[in-house]
């Protein structure tokens, strides 16, 4: 082989090493700039899925919009603004008897149970009016939702009738279908509905049940609660006529039995 030939079969050799050194440093490159660019794609979704969380975090439930709603559909027989003024009974009775509950409470079921009928006969004959004041504070400390919607159900009951009202809310305390504190049924849209199928007004009564699945009165029944809250009032149930607690004789508490109400009630209404 001559010199030549030689030195320019070196020559091709390495333009041929070079072009594949080049060819090999594009692709490198091309390959960098794609994982770089993956993963700015990769830690904007991060991102993106992080504020997305942080929006919904920051996004109010359905009771807390409820609590912020602007406008608020009161139900039938109220009054007062946002109809959180509920008075049940003759307008010739007198006096009022102030009732504060909450539908979750136990004692309240216990007070209902024993007094109920009682306050219902006496309302019925005139001998007072029945101011009622719904409290959900049960759902704070026990993260529910049931005081709430049982809240509103009721509601939906005032809208078909003042005698709706206190025969549901008797229902909801009845040893049938009250639950434990810490049994959160009222929650359920389905149970509430069960528990007014005892109740003649409310029995297969298609527009109690709409209201009721809607959640037409949840923002009257957020309204009412801050009337509980804001009426310093500490506990449930508490009865006050003429601004002064109605307690059993010799208590704090509230009466009770049929025998203690009547005797605490009529000595509230001489006075």
């Known amino acids: 082989m001559s010199n030549r030939n030689s030195q320019a079969n070196k020559a091709a050799a390495r333009e041929r090493l070079r072009a594949e050194r080049e060819r090999q440093a594009k692709k490198d490159k091309s390959r960098k700039q794609l994982v770089v660019a993956g993963s700015v794609v990769a830690a904007l979704a991060v991102i993106g899925g992080i504020a997305y969380g942080v929006t919904q975090l920051n996004k109010p ?3 807390e919009a409820a609590a912020d709603a602007k406008n608020v559909t009161a ?8 109809g959180t003024t509920v008075v049940v009974g003759k307008p010739s009775a007198k006096k009022t008897l102030e009732l504060y509950e909450d539908s979750r409470c136990p004692v309240c079921a216990t007070f209902e149970q024993g007094v109920g009928e009682t ?9 007072y009016k029945v101011r009622y004041v719904g409290a959900t504070f049960i759902d704070n400390t026990d993260n529910g939702q049931g005081s709430k919607n049982a809240l509103s159900a009721l509601g939906a009951a005032l809208d078909v009738s003042p005698e709706a009202f206190l025969e549901y809310k008797a229902a909801l305390y009845s040893a049938k279908f009250h639950p434990e ?6 929650a359920k849209d389905s149970y ?3 528990v007014a199928d005892s109740v003649e ?11 009721v699945e809607d959640g037409t009165y ?3 029944a957020m309204k009412m609660s801050k009337t509980f809250d804001s009426s310093g009032v500490q506990g449930t149930p508490t009865l006050k006529m003429d601004d002064k607690k109605i307690t059993a004789e ?8 049929a025998a203690e109400f009547t005797k605490a009630i009529d000595k509230a209404l001489k006075a």
Not at 75 to 82: A, C, F, L, R, V
Not at 181 to 186: A, G, I, L, P, V
Not at 250 to 257: D, F, I, V
């Open 181 to 186: 504190e810490s049994d959160d049924k009222f």
């Open 250 to 257: 010799g208590s704090e508490n509230a009466p009770m039995t």
């Open 75 to 82: 139900p039938k027989n109220t009054s007062g603004k946002d």
């Open 61 to 63: 439930d359905a009771w």
């Open 218 to 220: 949840d923002a009257w």
């Open 201 to 211: 007004a409310l029995k297969g009564n298609k527009d109690f049940q709409k209201n």
């Open 119 to 127: 306050v219902s006969k006496d309302v019925e004959a005139g001998k």
């Open 192 to 194: 509430l509905i069960e």
